[in-house]
């Protein structure tokens, strides 16, 4: 039985907990494309959600937590997102060192205990840098995926450039999930004696999605339009994702209240989801009686306002201390439910979406250029509707779960023992 570890700062406790749960998913196709594997996950605890538990058994893998401070309800650092918790409390960048400390130390622990055949590390920043040096001190093979910001964190850091090389000459290979993600890699190698030798082991392999989406029921549908105040008798624009700066949101409401009034009070705009930045959205929203706030939603809640959706909007964007999107998976479950995507140009999914014609791209923090974008689709005809929204699902049909799961595992295999 072949073995893999995988370290990642971002594992949900629960299907209900608001942390994003695509590395759970993929865990989750891996062992369905691939029975056999065994699984291991390493990741902190969660004091949001309260991973009380050292040890969790879920469908497809074992997790273990650690923890990194002390007293344990300070743990602050995971379970919203790093980098937002450093934004919205500068003191939590104090408990850094000891979360990148104790991580290595409670991973190289459970790699000398598990002797996993392979490491693998999901960001760069930690855990590709601990995973290096456990890799480095146990002769295991280790392979990492960046997402986003994860290695432009590095940019002001003294030797930042040393360190990045450093880590991808150790690894066996790295992927990135889009094409902006892996420049925000690769910029560290120039002027590399070997930058050709790191620039071979990078993929461009993106996250997945469940393109065998769940019906959603009549009653379920007005349930939820019912309890969330959302009306039945115009179209809806849907934004879905964390309340965090780079997320953009702010750009999508100016966008909104720049519409004339008969077109803007045409349709009903949702935001679902929750995050530091709710009150100032709220407050930019207060004249407008077009908006609704779902807070954040999962499951069978996530999927009808999918659903409901007339078309979707990520306006993202480069916030002011670097950090972006890698490729949402959001966009590619609004791909799969056949449903138009306004996406700015950072979303890291504008070029498939524009190769595609399954969407719409707009320039980043251009709120004019989105708020014609939402009037072009307001005034779309029937036919390139629906052409678009065809389009959408051919394009989501190459993000699926399964497919992307055998593209992991064929890298995999190469640096693994036995053949899976």
Known sequence: MVKILIATSTFPVSAQDQVPGFVSDQANALKHVEPSLELLVHAPHNAYSNSAAVDETHSACRVQRYHYFWPYAWERLAGRGILPALKQNRLLYLQIPFFVFFQFLSLLAMTRRQRPDLLYAHWFTPQAITTALVAKIT????????????????????????????VCRKASAYIAVSDRTAAKLTRFFNGARDQQALLSKLSLIPMGVTTELPAVAADTRNAVMARYGIPADRPSLLFIGRLAEKKGVKYLIQAVASLPTDLRNSFQLIIAGDGQLKSQL???????????????????????????????????????????????VAIMECLAAGKIVLASDVTGAEAVLAENTAGIVFP????????????????????????????????AQEFDWETIARRHLNLFSRYLPDEL
């Open 364 to 395: 980043q923090k251009d709120a004019n250029a989105l708020a014609a974008a939402i009037q072009s689709t307001l005034e779309m005809g029937n036919s390139e509707r629906q052409q678009l929204e065809s389009n959408a699902r051919r394009l």
């Open 139 to 166: 002769g295991i093979p280790f392979v990492f995926t960046t997402h986003a910001s994860d290695v432009t964190v590095l940019n002001n850091v003294p030797f930042s450039s040393r360190l990045v090389r450093q």
């Open 282 to 328: 709220q407050k930019l929203t207060a004249d407008l009686t077009n908006v609704t706030y779902t807070g954040y939603v999962t499951g069978e809640d996530k999927w009808t306002l999918i659903d409901i959706a007339s078309f979707t909007c990520f306006p993202s964007i480069i916030d002011d201390a670097g950090d972006s999107e890698g490729f949402p």
